[in-house]
């Protein structure tokens, strides 16, 4: 009966699990692992179910656990018990012995979770999961090739043949890639790859599902903005599409998010209004909610740069309370942030400088440097410091390896006082030297030369160590540019390069490799090779004539921001191709239509680069002139950096003088007459040795000092340098009153009432003014005597306003030809005389 009985019960438990779903054999350490709610639980259920833990058990604790990780808040997490946890050494070795169980989602997603848990990437599993992961890479899902790239990222093997392989998967399958999430990620992996013709793909690709994605994941286009930043290229159009959905998605953002935004977009010297009046607005919000460290010092370094006054204050005294619960790394990002606001609130610089004094032990070379630089740059009197910080500089440079590392210390390092050079340290550079970009053979160059000014046993020492090691840098720049190949590579080694050693060493070997290149000219590179020799300040006839050319061909391919950079070399250089009319003609058209899209203060700069070339396009003027338009443009100012903010100000100021002057019909007023007095009263006030020559010599030439006036104030506030008035039989007036500007005898100028307010004395009938301007080498393109667009415009205005100009070149005045007095007198009375009886 018993036997009968235990049967029944046997039979109507199977038939109740069976009607109620249950399975037969259900797996109990599944079911207790997803009821897991903390670490501790997870870990006990690995202790006690050791035994009976399969793969799949494995991958569903490591997964929980990285998943309980990665709910916390950077500072809650506890990485640190996990990996010392016992259960956890329990789950490494059974996953790295069930390594050949896992199905290929199974093995990317262990690797993944192991790897942000802060696993070793020498660890064996690690090298177990990544050498199977790699023996089955082509048949991976996208999804899981776009994980595991990032584990490689992870362990930076950006440049493994492993990741090599993934690119090439990447390449043949890029059509299939359907997810912006999966290709934004895989972008970001193989950046340091690709190829033009890929990254062109890439890009493209991109750009079709930015369009069909959810707008609201703003993560994709993050994504996309910093491959572009990897790969150092600018593709406007994408970029705008970027910042658009971010911008649609940032009243959600958090400061961190948005500090990584505005750094990638600086790495592109991307600038958007529209996304920094909206940063500014966000990041004001966020104060209030931004109270413990980590979010502070994220706001901080965003909001800093761009607040007002008042909330500049107001962070810095949040920042003082702060200060001592700070890490390391956060009185990093906070003294640059200083630095860059040019702060001088000492109290609170004393107490980040004491929070990085107590870390110094735990900073990577790079940012030992960047602590050095920014305190240096605020003149922080702490000769202790400095001396410590150096200590630390050379000992890395002599260990470092990397050229870009050994470059950064070398500059940092050139930058302090010291009598002498370690032996060391000028051994490590040149052993790295002929790895280095001209960029860093320009940097390097720098730091040299400031060595050899400050020891003065060099000179002693011939040939010394820096003769040598300069030496080695003129070798080594001219080899790279010999052997170069690609434009567009040339032109970003050249992007920041500037100074004597690069001017007097490469300037001309650089000439002969760009001219080498003429054919690699094309539309995307037009913009950087123009901006390039403009700021080198050299006239170069055929390059110019090819950028003409290529940009009047593909007008239509060039981003219509990058109109500027693109006419900026003939306008300032004062250079008309054979095509002029036809170049000026196809960028104003090509700008006309997108107007209303242009960034303010990029506007500005484009009106007065085309006035400077005697162009005035009305609609653009009309634009700029607007109320509705120096609105905006006063709001973004107020975002901007400081040197671009009063660089801005200028050029509006110039362009309001010029269509004042050259072009009345359009009826702009001129409102610029306070920002002028201001600009007189902080100017130097100081004439140079030359120009007092001058001074004596016109008044000996024009028969008494008396009839000349020297720094004259004209109306819309040009400054002559000397001013005479001749009567209709071209004999020198002497003025009724004295110069409202004298010269003292160290230099200096002393201004009159009447300088400021430009009061003009009546002419006589017939008479005429006449302005002398001594045009130094500034006026004058580096290469050539041929006068720059703003001194012929400068000309221009004056010739409007009643003078006859006179210009003397440098380089006639300091001519052998002029080398007494009686010819310097001769040459005045010519180029007075001979042009006004013209």
Partial sequence: MSAVMFRVRFVNSFLRRLLNGGPVNRD????????????????????????????????????????????????????????????????????????????????????????????????????????????????FPLASLSKFSVCLSDQHLQHSPLMGHIT???????????????????????????????????????????????????????????????????????????????????????????????????????????????????LTELIDSSTDPFSFTKLFVALAPMASQEIKDGLENTALLLADELSAFQALAVVEALEETQSRNLSLLNKITSVIQRNLHVYKPVEVARITQALFLMQYLNPGLFTKLRKILVNFLQRSVYPYEVTMLTRVLAMLPSPRLDEGVIARVDSVVAQCNLNDLNTISHAVAKWMRNDQSYRHNTPSKYVRLLQTLNRCGHER??????????????????????????????????????????????????????????????????????????????????????????????????????????????????????????????????????????????????????????????????????????????????????????????????????????????????????????????????????AVGTPYFYTVDFECTLDKQLQPLPYSEPSTLQISDRGQVHWGKSSVENIRDVLPPGAQRVAVDFLDSKSFCKNSPHTKGEALMRKRHLEILGYRVVQIPHFEWNSMELSTPDAWKEYLKKNIFRELSS
């Fill in 481 to 710: 540019l010999q052997t170069a190949d690609r434009l567009d590579l040339v032109l970003e080694e050249l992007k920041y390069i500037s100074g004597e050693w690069f001017e007097e060493m490469l300037l001309e070997e650089t000439m002969v490799t760009l001219k080498r290149m003429r054919d690699q000219i094309n539309w995307t590179n037009v913009p950087e090779l123009s901006l390039f020799l403009t700021r080198i300040n050299h006239l170069c006839p055929p390059l110019m004539d090819r950028i003409a050319s290529v940009a009047i061909e593909d007008i239509n391919k060039i981003h219509h921001s990058a109109i500027y950079a693109t006419l900026l070399p003939f306008s300032v250089m004062n250079y008309d191709p054979v095509q002029a009319d036809e170049l000026y003609d196809v960028c104003i058209q090509r700008v006309i239509p997108h107007i209303s899209s242009f960034d303010p203060h990029l506007l500005v700069l484009l009106a007065y680069t085309l006035s400077v070339a005697d162009c005035f396009p009305e609609e653009l003027v009309r634009e700029i002139f607007s109320i509705d338009f120096l609105g905006k443009l006063d709001a973004q100012l107020e975002t901007l950096p400081d040197t671009l903010n009063m660089r801005t100000r200028l050029r509006l100021m110039e362009l309001n003088r010029a269509v004042c002057l050259e072009c009345p019909e359009f009826q702009v007023p001129w409102f610029h007459e306070r920002y002028c007095q201001q600009l007189q009263k902080k100017g130097n006030g100081t004439v140079s040795p030359v120009q007092q020559q001058i001074h004596r010599m016109l008044g000996e030439v024009l028969g008494g000092i008396d009839c000349v006036r020297v």
């Fill in 28 to 139: 109990q350490v599944l079911e207790q692992l997803r009821v897991c709610s903390a670490e501790d639980q997870v870990f006990d259920v690995v202790g006690k179910n050791k035994a009976k833990l399969t793969v799949d058990h494995v991958g569903k604790a490591v997964g929980m656990l990285w998943q309980f990780q990665k709910e916390k808040p950077q500072l809650l997490r506890t990485m640190e018990f996990i990996k010392s946890h016992p259960q956890f050494l329990t789950l490494r070795v059974l996953a790295e012995n069930k390594i050949a169980l896992m199905d290929d989602l199974m093995l990317v997603d262990m690797l993944y979770s192991f790897l942000r848990l802060n696993v070793d990437q020498h660890d064996s599993l690690v090298q177990q999961l990544v050498s199977e992961a790699w023996l089955r890479i082509d048949r």
């Fill in 168 to 282: 090439s998967i990447v390449d043949q399958r890029l059509s299939s890639i359907d997810d912006a999430r999966i290709l934004t990620t895989l972008m970001i992996s193989v950046s340091s790859l690709v190829s033009p013709r890929l990254r062109d793909a890439l890009i493209s690709r991109a750009d079709d599902l930015l369009e069909t994605m959810d707008p609201s994941n703003y993560n994709n286009p993050r994504r996309v903005v910093q491959f572009l930043r990897n790969i150092k290229h600018s593709s406007r159009p994408l970029l705008e599409k970027c910042n658009g959905i971010i911008l649609s998605n940032l009243p959600k953002l958090d400061a961190e998010n948005i500090g990584i935004i505005m750094g990638l977009y600086q790495s592109l010297q991307f600038n958007n209004c529209d996304f920094r009046l909206a940063v500014k607005q966000r």
